[in-house]
Nanobody, 117 residues
């Protein structure tokens, strides 16, 4: 089992910035991808950004140019730097890890980001 601990959520004004962190409680081997998803009230969970082990990065169109995902392998941590935040970015943000073996997925508990207008 892999435990992922997110932090960095909170209340921020529109136009502001926030950085989310997701730390794995132990070294994870054979990772296919690490990423961030979000779920707004009444909506389905959606991909925000993910980074593959080979370095490829995907972003949702809605966050391109505003959000940046990065990874620190030495710290077993993935980050999401969010800038120019909008009220529609308000959601619970979840960290996700996918392993190569069987595409096993692990999720963090989520961290709430609220963007006020």
């Amino acid at each position: 089992q892999v435990q992922l601990v997110e932090s960095g959520g909170g209340l921020v004004q529109a136009g502001g910035s926030r950085r989310l962190s997701c730390a794995a409680q132990r070294t994870i081997f054979n990772i296919r991808a690490m990423g961030w998803y979000r779920q707004a009230p009444g909506k389905q969970r959606e991909l925000v950004a993910r980074i593959f082990s080979g370095g490829t990065i995907d972003y949702a169109d809605s966050v391109k140019g505003r959000f940046t995902i990065s990874r620190d392998n030495a710290k077993n941590t993935v980050y999401l730097q969010m800038k120019s935040l909008k009220p529609e970015d308000t959601a619970v943000y979840y960290c996700n890890v996918v392993k190569i073996l069987l595409n096993l997925e692990f999720w963090g508990q989520g961290t709430l980001v609220t963007v006020s207008s």
